[in-house]
Nanobody
Framework: QVQLVESGGGLVQAGDSLRLSCVAS????????TGWFRQAPGKEREFVAY???????VYADSVRGRFTISRDNVRNMVTLQMNSLKPEDTGVYYC????????????????WGQGTQVTVSS
């Protein structure tokens, strides 16, 4: 069993930065693909970025060049550095872990955190 706990959300203005963290329990976390997803009010949960156990990364087109995902397998932590934030980045951000090499679909992930709210004002 893996538990994921996100932190770092908040209310910021357009153009600001935020750094989200996801801390995981479980000795094998370092072998999992870990992703960030977000959900805006009234919309489906969407893919933001993921990082593999060997630190390959993939980003959604909407965040590429502005967001950076990284991981520290010793500390069981994955972070999402978000720069140049836009109002359309507003939503609840979720950390997720996949034991089967998941990629960009929510159904490919086995464990989810409770989410952290990010609000970007214009």
């Amino acid at each position: 069993q893996v538990q994921l706990v996100e932190s770092g959300g908040g209310l910021v203005q357009a153009g600001d930065s935020l750094r989200l963290s996801c801390v995981a329990s479980g000795r094998t976390f370092g072998t999992y693909v870990t992703g960030w997803f977000r959900q805006a009010p009234g919309k489906e949960r969407e893919f933001v970025a993921y990082i593999t156990w060997i630190k390959n990364t993939v980003y959604a087109d909407s965040v590429r060049g502005r967001f950076t995902i990284s991981r520290d397998n010793v500390r069981n932590m994955v972070t999402l550095q978000m720069n140049s934030l836009k109002p359309e980045d507003t939503g609840v951000y979720y950390c997720a872990a996949s034991t089967t090499g998941g990629r960009m679909r929510t159904t490919e992930y086995d464990y989810w955190g409770q989410g952290t709210q990010v609000t970007v004002s214009s």
